[in-house]
């Protein structure tokens, strides 16, 4: 099955299962048969939406980031240089630098692995996108309503990551 296929069946049943959620999770929160429906509708359509943009995204994420690695020991530096050079800071940096020394002898050349890190930008826009879009349309029943939304993208996210990242790489043709 080509890529399109899986996404617009993806797609297809992402609408479905977040018509028949949101219409349930908010008739127990309202009586307003329009609201309901038009809040069934907003997180289907939604859902539909961002299944696309956001398998779109996460494929140029794990692309970019899905077989590098961050080191843990590059991290703090970059967080320390934002405080000013007052007398509890240079305290406070220098209690973040024992504890980064004895971090780094501690987990040596640990990496976080970037297929960790590539599905959370996605994520983050997703979850940003649905709950903002339920808030201007006044669902009911907002976090019942994108709870379960934000988890499955997560999960969909880090299951298609490691898909994306175990597939075997294409030969190299020889000359």
Same mark, same amino acid.
């Given at each position: 099955?080509n890529s399109?296929?899986?996404?617009?069946?993806s797609?297809?049943? +992402? %609408?479905?299962f977040? *018509?028949?959620w949101?219409y349930?999770?908010?008739s127990?929160?309202?009586?307003?048969?329009?609201?309901?429906?038009r #809040?069934? &509708?907003?997180?289907?359509?939604?859902?539909?939406?961002?299944?696309?943009? *956001?398998? %779109?995204?996460?494929?140029?994420?794990? #692309?970019?980031?899905?077989? $590098?690695?961050l $080191? &843990?020991v590059?991290?703090?530096?970059?967080?320390? @240089?934002?405080? #000013?050079?007052? $007398?509890?800071?240079?305290?406070?940096?220098k209690? *973040?630098?024992n504890?980064?020394?004895? +971090?780094a002898?501690?987990?040596?050349n640990?990496?976080? /692995?970037? #297929?960790? &890190?590539? /599905?959370?930008? /996605?994520?983050?826009?997703q +979850?940003s996108? =649905?709950?903002?879009?339920?808030?201007?349309?006044q669902?009911?029943n907002?976090?019942l @309503?994108?709870?379960? +939304?934000?988890?499955m993208? =997560?999960?969909?996210?880090?299951?298609? @990551? *490691?898909?994306?990242? $175990?597939? /075997?790489?294409?030969?190299?043709l020889?000359?």
């Open positions: 099955m399109k296929i899986r996404l617009i069946i797609a297809v049943i +992402s %609408f479905g977040y *018509f028949v949101s349930w999770a908010n127990m929160a309202t009586d307003d048969q329009a609201l309901i429906l #809040s069934a &509708l907003v997180q289907g359509t939604l859902s539909a939406t961002i299944t696309i943009l *956001f398998t %779109f995204i996460l494929e140029k994420s794990v #692309s970019k980031f899905g077989e $590098s690695y $080191s &843990l590059f991290i703090v530096p970059i967080i320390c @240089t934002v405080h #000013s050079k007052t $007398s509890q800071n240079i305290a406070i940096f209690t *973040f630098k504890v980064l020394d004895n +971090s002898k501690y987990l040596n640990n990496v976080i /692995p970037g #297929s960790l &890190l590539a /599905p959370l930008l /996605p994520i983050a826009i +979850s996108i =649905a709950i903002g879009v339920n808030w201007v349309n669902t009911p907002l976090w @309503t994108v709870a379960p +939304s934000i988890l993208t =997560a999960i969909y996210g880090y299951v298609y @990551t *490691f898909t994306l990242l $175990s597939k /075997p790489k294409q030969p190299v020889q000359d």
